[in-house]
């Protein structure tokens, strides 16, 4: 189940956002309308995603979200708001923001941007956009001709994915790779997400068949 936290103090909002994200048989979210309460609540459980506004009483959005980012650094957070966010572009990117979303956003659009964030990936407005500079990158003829790979996994996601081939539970996942079992889950939501799979070994039998465990 992926858990979504959304914090906005707009209950009327937040409300409606809740109920088309809880339509999906996958997500469950859970609703914080003070900004202030969050770090405490986050004692007590941790997200695979925050919605989190960028205008808001005492604790601002950009504020709450390096907070968060400094107790999970791997944390996917995307900014909800109604207002423009061109201001703050470069504030949000320096902090490493997982995504951008509007209040005005389609249900579709709000599921989108989060399936998107969960594959590492992200939807970005078109206003914001037209601000990013392209960068001319010399092809050469190799680079043409190799072949397209459009889903790659990170070193620890492969590490994962072959503790669980060797057969190894999630606990005794975290303690060989020294990490903590939510975010062993936490890689694994991503990973499920990236491969399109619904199970541990369906995401290591795609892994292989798609050669996206480097060799040793």
């Given amino acids: 189940m992926i858990e ?24 469950n979210v859970t609703v914080l309308t003070n900004s202030l309460e969050v770090m405490g609540h986050l004692e007590q459980t941790t997200y695979h995603v925050y919605l ?30 109604g207002f423009d966010m061109e201001t703050h572009y470069n504030l949000l990117m320096e902090a490493k923001v997982s995504g951008f979303l509007s209040k005005t956003a389609t249900g579709d659009q709000i599921i989108t941007a989060i399936r998107c964030a969960l594959r590492e990936e992200v939807v970005v407005p078109l206003c914001l956009l037209r601000q990013l500079k392209r960068v001319e990158v010399p092809v050469s003829v190799q680079d043409k001709e190799a072949p397209l790979v459009n889903i790659r996994l990170t070193e620890k996601e492969q590490a994962i994915l072959r ?13 060989n790779l020294i990490m903590s079992q939510r975010t062993v889950e936490h890689q694994l939501t ?8 619904e199970s541990r070994m369906e995401a290591v039998q795609k892994a292989q068949e798609h050669q996206l465990l480097s060799v040793d």
């Fill in 4 to 27: 979504v936290l959304i914090v906005d103090d707009h209950p009327s909002v937040s409300e409606g956002t809740k109920v088309i994200i809880n339509q999906q048989k996958d997500m």
């Fill in 52 to 81: 989190i506004d960028l205008y808001m009483p005492e604790l601002n959005g950009l504020e709450l979200m390096k907070m968060i980012r400094e107790k999970e650094p791997e944390s996917i957070i995307l900014i909800y708001t």
């Fill in 163 to 175: 503790e669980i081939e060797k057969g190894y539970t999630n606990k005794i996942i975290a303690r």
């Fill in 190 to 197: 991503k990973i499920f997400s990236k491969l399109g799979v």
